[in-house]
């Protein structure tokens, strides 16, 4: 309908988004022959049919085997992309998009290989569309905070190709506290600070993230409507909440997408936005996730051009960026 075209057609960003979440099982076959690495699914089908999650954890597990393809620079040149042309299709004009050096490292990658990578595709793009770009490193967060630690050391040659810091992974028992002074060395060296927090964690770690780490930013945040004082709170500091729709159904953070939340969140004040989170995993990119809140909720038009500009005034462009995109 009209509305699903407006939201096709509109320029967008995306600021919750992580590279190897974009893995498609076409690229991942190819790829794991490249490298002639034994991927545990034997065909594209197979592994299509095991994405069927309950729960973060579970989804989690399938992530990290499906990224054990990913050896060299120009395995993360090829994934990033495949993804921004993509967006580029969708009217995507802007990203931000995260990496998990740890989850390469283990492997013997080095931190090189994974952010030239990266980094040259996004320069690519930038290049042939004129779209911008934000690179975030995320933390493992059910790892310790010295691999944090050592993951900010391997990345200190590269920083001027690092725009963020963010916190990823299992959330439940993996509080943003675990991870304070490390986030506070980021700041040090002046980096952009995000965690998720309250996608299956409770309210308390929202509070930790906004207290104690000081982020920019939440990615996600749903479970912050829990909480009253913690609304007003974020209001107050006006921080932007990176919601997921088609992720936070798939991952049964709500249980149908009637009874997604983000319409309440606009009309509470906080600034959420629109982004896809793991799309190859989760069934949808950006149009998708527009399309089905669209279709399940009843969003209107003042609410989607609304989340449409605050992907801008919440992302990290400078404000130059920002009013070229508004
Ligand atoms: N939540 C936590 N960690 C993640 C996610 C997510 O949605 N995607 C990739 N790592
Ligand atoms: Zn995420």
């Known amino acids: 309908d009209a509305l699903v075209a407006l939201s096709k057609a509109m320029p967008k960003t995306e600021l919750h988004l992580h590279i190897e979440g974009t893995f498609e099982p076409e690229q991942m076959f190819a790829i794991a022959q490249r490298n002639q690495v034994d991927l545990k699914y034997h ?50 004009v802007h990203v931000e998009i995260f990496f998990d050096p740890q989850g390469h490292l283990s492997r013997g990658v080095a931190f090189a290989e994974q952010v030239n990578g990266i980094h040259r595709a996004l320069q690519d793009a930038k290049q042939q569309w004129g779209m911008t770009f934000k690179l975030i490193m995320s933390f493992l967060r059910h790892l310790s905070e010295e691999s944090a630690f050592e993951t900010l050391e391997l990345a200190k040659p590269f920083l001027p190709l690092i725009d963020g810091v963010g916190l990823d992974s299992s959330e439940v028992g993996h509080p943003p506290e675990k991870f304070l002074r490390v986030f506070a060395a980021c700041k040090q060296l002046g980096l952009k600070v995000t965690a998720h927090a309250g996608e299956e964690g409770p309210p308390e770690y929202v509070w930790q993230a906004i207290e104690q780490i000081g982020v920019d930013r939440i990615d996600h945040g749903n479970r912050a409507l829990e909480d009253d004082k913690l609304i007003e709170e974020i209001k107050k500091r006006n921080l932007t909440l990176t919601v997921c729709p088609l ?42 996730n527009y399309a089905s809140l669209i279709r399940q909720t009843n969003i209107n038009k003042e609410e989607l051009l609304k989340l449409a500009k605050n992907g801008i005034t919440g992302s990290w462009m400078d404000e130059e960026t920002k009013t070229h995109h508004l």
């Open 43 to 92: 065909s594209v089908d197979a592994l299509k049919a095991a994405y069927q999650f309950t729960n973060l954890q579970d989804f989690l597990d399938l992530y990290y085997q499906g990224m054990s393809v990913l050896l060299h620079e120009v395995d993360f040149y090829d994934l990033t992309m495949a993804y921004l042309h993509k967006m580029h299709s969708e009217n995507v």
């Open 247 to 288: 992720s936070n159904l798939k991952l049964c953070v709500v249980t149908d997408m009637t009874e997604h939340p983000i319409k309440k969140m606009l009309s509470l004040g906080l600034q959420a936005t629109v982004n896809s989170d793991d799309p190859a995993y989760f069934g949808g990119y950006m149009n998708d």
